[in-house]
């Protein structure tokens, strides 16, 4: 059963427009979600986190906003830029107390920045 | 310059055969994970330590094995038992917090494994 859920596999914005990558969680547990960066053949790369006491964090061009009601992220870029095409991981954690360990990712989205 | 090192980058391995992936890092961070990614699909947990001398199993721990003698280094050998070991493979490594919320995980390059 997929815990964190990024139901759109790509998505296909103009070069200088937003791109808005959401993401879906079921684990009320998560307290802490983070998004990733992927080029091909590449480790993912840290974007931006956020905080379950928080419902908006900002960092330049990113934005991550969380719906902990509607167990909903989403990831903000503006203006997207040709070098944002890659694949964008949302990945969630929770604080177990020494006990289980490790993010869980969804799936990715391919986000594709059209000139 | 502090970072997480894999290698190889590519790796082949016979069929039936023992391969070990290595992962160095000098981050000083205390825990470090295997995680395996597949096309289409999420990077999914293999292993995970938290301290020297201790790992536990992740989600797909079948078929591999590791081992952490040292706070550095988390080799990870995937072993004739696991089915379908044609993957890109991921090493991270974190600081681990006792109160709240893991920070700063880090990611190496990776290493692509084909069975041939």
């Known amino acids: 059963d997929q815990q964190v859920k990024q139901n759109s596999p790509s998505l296909s914005v103009q070069e200088g427009r937003i791109s808005i990558l959401n993401c879906d969680y079921t684990n009320s547990m998560f307290d802490y979600f983070l998004w990733y960066k992927k080029y091909p053949a590449e480790g993912p790369t840290f974007l931006i986190s956020i905080s379950s006491i928080k419902d908006k964090n900002e960092d330049g061009r990113f934005t991550v906003f969380l719906n902990k009601s509607a167990k909903h992220l989403s990831l903000h870029i503006v203006p997207s830029q040709p070098g944002d095409s890659a694949v964008y991981f949302c990945?969630?954690?929770?604080?177990?107390?020494?006990?289980?360990?490790?993010?869980?990712f969804g799936k990715g989205t391919h986000l594709i920045i059209q000139p | 310059d502090g970072g997480i090192t894999q290698s190889p980058k590519y790796l082949f391995r016979k069929e039936g055969q023992n391969v070990t992936l290595s992962c160095e890092q000098n981050?000083?961070?205390?825990?470090m994970y295997w995680y395996r990614q597949d096309p289409g699909q999420g990077l999914r947990l293999i292993y995970y330590?938290?301290?020297?001398?201790?790992?536990q199993k992740g989600d797909i721990a079948e078929g591999y094995s590791v081992s952490r003698e040292k706070k550095e280094s988390f080799p990870l050998t995937v072993t004739s038992a696991q089915k379908n070991p044609t993957a890109f493979y991921l090493c991270?490594?974190?600081?681990?917090?006792?109160?709240?919320?893991?920070?700063?995980?880090?990611f190496g390059s990776g290493t692509r494994l084909t069975v041939v």
């Open positions: 981050l000083n961070h205390d825990a």
């Open positions: 991270a490594s974190s600081i681990f917090q006792v109160q709240g919320a893991r920070r700063g995980y880090t």
């Open positions: 330590s938290q301290i020297v001398n201790d790992f």
């Open positions: 990945a969630a954690s929770m604080y177990s107390g020494g006990g289980a360990d490790g993010l869980t």
